[in-house]
């Protein structure tokens, strides 16, 4: 079973701060995905990458950066981190085009 | 707009009972996935299909394969831990694997 681990678990910020987002897989996939979930949308995608020192724009990317260093990390970047960001974020892993997504646990970010 | 339509958001079932859950796409959709999160907010993958129909125990999923337009999962008997959100994702033709998701469907099975 296919390993995407997220840190932190949870995250209280404030209005303005900066805040970093980090995933980590030890599978070898080439594919990552930062998704946000809100009731009501479901989850919607924010950032993703195929290939290390690559990242595209999903749809709703304003506001974040993303950032893939190295293979196995993927990390999700709030320069000025606003109220309608509180969220529960999602990362995700594939080897490829045609194989299953695996889901980390989810951050919970709250911005006060 | 939406790229991914879930239908129906929620539904309740008894145990024993049959039903299905729907995704329609306003495009071409190269695959689909399935997944259902739990009460502790946990995402599992159910299904991951090209086309055709897959099969896992009383779960059934199955993918339009001529117009690439709409996606089925079949609960059969279901149970009580059957319940939880579920979701479609889609992936674009020609999007460089970008996944799009469904809004999700809330079932709850009751004894």
């Known amino acids: 079973e296919a390993a995407v681990t997220q840190s932190p678990r949870s995250k209280v910020a404030v209005t303005g701060g900066k805040v970093t987002l980090s995933c980590h897989q030890t599978n070898n996939h080439d594919y990552m995905y930062w998704y946000r979930q809100d009731t009501g949308h479901g989850l919607r995608l924010i950032h993703y990458s195929y290939v290390a020192d690559s990242t595209e724009k999903g749809d709703i990317p304003d506001g974040y950066k993303a950032s893939r260093p190295s293979q196995e990390n993927f990390s999700l970047i709030l320069e000025l981190a606003s109220l309608s960001q509180t969220a529960v974020y999602f990362c995700?892993?594939?080897?490829?085009?045609?194989?299953?997504?695996?889901f980390g646990s989810g951050t919970r970010l709250t911005v006060l | 707009g939406d790229q991914v339509e879930q239908s129906p958001s929620a539904l309740s079932l008894h145990e024993g009972t049959d039903s299905a859950l729907r995704c329609n796409f306003t495009t071409t959709m190269r695959s689909v996935q399935w997944f259902r999160q739990n009460s502790r907010g946990s995402l599992i993958s159910l299904f991951y299909?090209?086309?055709?129909t897959k099969e896992n125990g009383r779960l059934k999923s199955a993918f339009d394969s001529k117009e690439r337009r709409y996606s089925t999962l079949h609960i059969r008997d279901a149970q009580l831990e059957d319940s939880g959100t579920y979701f479609c994702a889609a992936e674009v033709q020609g999007t460089g694997s970008k996944l799009s998701f469904g809004k999700g469907a809330k079932l709850t099975v009751s004894p």
């Open positions: 299909l090209a086309s055709g």
């Open positions: 995700a892993s594939r080897g490829g085009c045609a194989e299953t997504l695996y």
